[in-house]
C-alpha cells in the first residue's frame, strides 16, 4: 500500500481552505545545487565512496525525476509571470562558522562534503535549472529556509500567501521549510515528483505526513491542473467552475 493509501486511513487534519490564486502563490526551489543534486560533487562524492548504493538511488531520481519536474514547474510558473524563488544551502564564511550549530562539520563530521560557502562552483544552482534575472535567490546556514534567513518578511512583501515547494531533499530542507512555512499560516503544497530523498521509505513517510496534517502533496500535473498553468508555456483558459 502506498503512502496515499495510508493518509486515507489517517484523521484527516490537514487544512480545508486551500484555495490557490496564481497571483499570490510562489514556487520554492530548495537546494538544487551542485553541492546535493549532483552526483560528482559534494554529497555526491561522499555518498559514492561510503554508501554507493544510495548514492546512485538518490542522484537516479534527481537526475530522472526531480530535476525535470523542477523544470516543468519553472517553465509554467515563469510564462504564467508567476514569482519563482530559489533556497541556497552554504555559509557565507570560508570555514562556515556562520552556519547553525548542527550544519557545522566540527560538530557534526558527516558534512564535510557540504561545506561550500557562497561564490564557490559548489555552491551554485544546477545549470537546468539557474535563475534568471528578476528572480529572487535566497541563501540560508540552516535546513529551514524560516530559520536563518529574511524569506518570511520577503514573502509577505511579495504578497504569496500559497507555496509550491520542490527540490532537496524531501525529509530535511523541504520538509522543514515547508512545515515552518504552513505552521506561520502560508497554504504549501509539496511536489511529490520534484523531491528526492536518500531512501523512497523516508521520502513516503514525509509526505504521507505532510499530506495528512500540514497542506497538500500533489504531482508536477496535479501542480499545474490546481493552478491552471500550461506545460508548454502558455497559462490555460482559467475555469470559472473550479475554486
Avoid at 495510508?6 to 487544512?15: E, I
Avoid at 559548489?122 to 534568471?132: A, G
Avoid at 511579495?158 to 520542490?166: A, K, M, N, P, Q
Avoid at 502560508?186 to 521509505?201: G, H, Q, R, S, Y
Wanted: with cysteine; hydrophobic share 40%.
Amino acid at each position: 500500500m502506498g503512502w496515499r493509501e495510508d493518509v486515507a486511513a489517517y484523521p484527516d487534519l490537514a487544512p480545508k481552505d486551500f484555495a490557490l490564486s496564481r497571483e499570490t502563490t510562489g514556487l520554492l526551489v530548495i537546494d538544487m545545487q551542485y553541492v546535493d543534486a549532483h552526483r560528482d560533487y559534494g554529497l555526491g562524492l561522499s555518498l559514492k565512496a561510503t554508501h554507493p548504493e544510495i548514492w546512485d538511488y538518490y542522484f537516479t531520481r534527481v537526475e530522472q525525476t526531480v530535476v525535470p519536474g523542477c523544470r516543468r514547474l519553472i517553465d509554467a510558473f515563469r510564462a504564467a509571470d508567476m514569482r519563482v524563488i530559489f533556497i541556497t544551502l552554504g555559509p557565507e564564511l570560508p570555514d562556515g562558522g556562520d552556519m547553525v550549530a548542527l550544519r557545522r562539520p566540527k560538530i557534526t563530521p558527516g558534512l564535510e562534503s557540504m561545506l561550500y560557502e557562497r561564490g564557490t562552483f559548489e555552491h551554485q544552482i544546477l545549470e537546468e535549472l539557474l535563475p534568471v534575472g528578476g528572480e529572487l535567490v535566497i541563501n540560508k546556514t540552516s535546513r529551514g529556509a524560516f530559520n536563518s534567513t529574511a524569506i518570511e518578511r520577503q514573502l509577505l512583501n511579495l504578497g504569496i500567501d500559497s507555496l509550491i515547494v520542490s527540490g532537496v531533499s524531501t525529509s530535511s530542507c523541504v520538509e522543514t521549510t515547508a512545515r515552518d512555512a504552513a505552521d506561520r499560516g502560508w497554504k504549501v503544497a509539496i511536489v511529490e515528483d520534484a523531491t528526492a530523498e536518500l531512501d523512497e521509505p523516508s521520502h513516503d513517510a514525509t509526505l504521507r505526513q505532510f499530506a495528512a496534517r500540514w497542506g497538500r502533496v500533489w504531482t508536477v500535473e496535479e501542480t499545474l491542473a490546481e493552478l491552471q498553468l500550461s506545460d508548454a508555456g502558455a497559462v490555460a483558459p482559467a475555469d470559472p467552475t473550479r475554486t
